[in-house]
């Protein structure tokens, strides 16, 4: 997973220490008290230096207790953590999130891109271009595909239809090359190609967020229909489709959304 960022710095020990997956880097905070040393003093002496005991240091924990500062924290720890070692250049990180409105599509981009430094392309911003909107929503995708300052690329739509998702990884492909990996946002009840819960929840959640997005607001009287008739047009991938992903991922709508960030950055670690 291409990040930017420098490396951790490791214990000045004999032994090599083990290299830490993504969450458990993200996760691990303690206070490493440094055992008393002797060190050589900075006065010239004529035959040998002089001893003198150093201070003892306290480094404090990586995780801070004030609530503000913790995402600035947890994403530097983050991209330390992956950060790749290669004389190759690192390949871009395409990441195509897939799912119904409402079901935390956006949520997630935007901790993502914190986490990740990376560049969100999400399709409601380009909503009030109307028939504009969809070359204006793929130019983007293969403008910023194209972009070697970008580690990873994330890009928001509700991806059900194959058609969409193909668009999208040609524009990607476009741009130049990386690896795409397809995220779907699902209900844990919901049996395979059903979404009744999923259709459910997301109902509650836009009638929660009353006027707070762009395109699909509370009091829509149509919300239930334009959900239902979304889950309807979800059309599955097939074999051709798959394989011009690295990996396919389900992600668990009903978690909050930290536990979501942490599942998919171990489910991300383990597609390599």
Not at 143 to 148: E, I, N, Q, S, T
Not at 209 to 236: C, F, S, W, Y
Not at 260 to 266: P, Q, S
Request: charged share 20%; glycine share 8%; hydrophobic share 40%.
């Amino acid at each position: 997973l291409p990040l930017a960022g420098g490396p951790l710095q490791r214990s000045q020990t004999t032994q090599p220490q083990p290299l830490l997956g993504p969450t458990q880097a993200l996760l691990r905070a303690q206070t490493v008290t440094s055992a008393p040393v002797k060190v050589l003093s900075s006065a010239p002496t004529a035959l040998s230096a002089t001893l003198q005991p150093a201070k003892q240091v306290v480094v404090k924990s990586f995780y801070p207790r004030k609530e503000s500062s913790r995402p600035e924290v947890g994403r530097l720890l983050l991209q330390s953590a992956l950060k790749v070692h290669s004389t190759e250049p690192p390949k871009q990180l395409r990441v195509i999130i897939g799912g119904l409105m409402g079901s935390g599509k956006s949520t997630l981009c935007r901790m993502m891109q914190h986490l990740t430094g990376g560049s969100w392309v999400n399709q409601d911003e380009f909503a009030h271009l109307k028939k504009g909107a969809k070359k204006a929503f793929l130019a983007a995708i293969e403008k910023a595909a194209g972009d070697v300052a970008v580690p990873v690329l994330l890009v928001d739509k509700i991806n059900t239809m194959k058609q969409h998702r193909q668009e999208i990884l040609d524009a990607m492909e476009k741009g130049g090359s990386g690896d795409a990996v397809f995220v779907q946002m699902r209900h844990p009840l919901d049996q395979p190609g059903r979404w009744n819960q999923a259709v459910q929840l997301c109902i509650n959640r836009i009638h929660g967020r009353g006027e707070g997005h762009r395109t699909l607001m509370g009091d829509n009287p149509e919300l239930q229909k334009i959900l239902l008739n979304t889950a309807k047009g979800v059309e599955q991938m097939g074999q051709e489709e798959t394989s011009r992903f690295l990996a396919t991922l389900t992600v668990n709508m009903t978690l909050d959304p930290v536990a979501i960030i942490r599942k998919l950055l171990f489910d991300l670690d383990e597609a390599g």
